[in-house]
């Protein structure tokens, strides 16, 4: 075990277990534990990283070669977490495909972007492919690669998918049970019409006709999408069509208070930028706003806040694109005219 630690130290958090199944290294704070293949050398470096590594790998540090044997590379990454679950929520809701060698799997139960790089510029210098697996987590994200030499493929193939059973992932976002979950929003038909239902809300509504639905978010939280074939075919376009909107529900007090007080102050705000106005929905009084500015001439925001007797505010906030901005305003009127509190 002391030679193991010879090389560095392991990015903060992380501990080493001793169990009956092997070395186990675990990082409570982040929610990720994993196991090190039986009879590999693991050591931390430049403070993010942790090397696995075969009995026999080999590593010429002159060359910046991989030799021989085996290895898989664990980072910690505290800068790209965010688009990574946009990524792939567009992947999944096919918002966007997938570039080539690029797919959304799970690890753990969790949603991870997997990436397999292959070239002839690899294939010369011995390596099959690279391996990049990205995990999100609330604040970081987790990176398991490998890189897979061509006389190795089939062992290391197989250790990777081995060392991957291993990862145990355990977390929820904090204060997660104040936001709205995916499983929330329920897609019915009834009588003709297509409905959105959510009873932990206690609201339902009619979906536009011709609208298209989806869900994103991570794990613990979620928004409904809801949004036009003109945006679904112009999504990965320079100039974006049609409308999108997001439904979400905020079960946090000090939230559901900071609208109240803005509807008490009952003033009508009418700035260059951003327009402000009281409206009525299904009996409760509503914040409507809308944005719009000269960098986003092609786009105007929209974002209805409704808080309800239960202190929890449903939002409703729309992004609405070039010519469509009048029919997607009505159609969001329209939709607004049918939602049920109860």
């Known amino acids: 075990m002391k030679g193991a630690f010879e090389f560095g130290v392991l990015p903060k958090g992380f501990v080493t277990q001793e169990t009956s199944e092997g070395i186990v290294l675990e990082n409570k704070d982040i929610g990720v534990s994993f196991r090190v293949p039986n009879g590999w050398k693991f050591t931390g470096y430049f403070g993010d990283s942790i090397s696995l590594n075969s009995p026999d790998y080999e590593y010429n540090l002159e060359l910046f070669k991989h030799l021989k044997g085996c290895a898989i590379t664990v980072r910690v990454d505290h800068y790209i977490y965010s688009n990574l679950i946009e990524s792939i929520n567009e992947i999944e809701n096919g918002f966007t495909s997938p570039s080539e060698g690029e797919e959304v799997m799970t690890v753990s139960g969790y949603d991870a972007l997997k990436r397999i ?19 999100p987590f609330p604040k970081v994200a987790i990176n398991f690669s490998t890189s897979i030499l061509e006389t190795e493929k089939t062992r290391c193939n197989q250790a990777f998918d081995e060392f991957l059973k291993t990862v145990s992932i355990n977390y929820h976002f904090d204060e997660a049970e104040n936001w709205s979950k995916r499983e929330d929003f329920i897609i019915e038909n009834i009588q003709g019409k297509k409905m959105v239902r959510n009873e932990r809300g206690k609201f339902s509504f009619v979906i536009p006709k011709g609208w298209n ?23 990965e376009e320079e100039n974006k069509q049609g409308c999108i909107l997001r439904v979400s529900v905020r079960y946090d007090k000090n939230f559901f208070e900071k609208i109240k007080t803005e509807l ?33 001439e092609e786009v105007k925001i929209v974002r209805i806040s409704i808080p309800t007797k239960d202190r929890i505010v449903i939002f409703f906030g729309g992004v609405f694109y070039s010519d469509y901005y009048t029919r997607c305003l009505q159609e969001l009127n329209n939709l607004l005219a049918t ?4």
């Open 339 to 342: 939602i049920v509190i109860r």
């Open 264 to 296: 008490e102050k009952n003033e009508i705000e009418n700035k260059d930028f951003l327009k402000k106005e009281i409206i009525k929905i299904n009996g409760y009084e509503a914040l409507k706003e809308l944005i719009s500015t000269q960098e986003m």
């Open 117 to 135: 790089e292959k070239s002839e510029q690899l294939q010369k210098e011995g390596v099959e492919k690279n391996i990049q697996i990205e995990i």
């Open 213 to 235: 639905t989806a869900t994103e978010g991570y794990r613990d939280k979620g928004n409904l999408l809801l949004y036009t074939q003109e945006y679904l075919e112009s999504f």
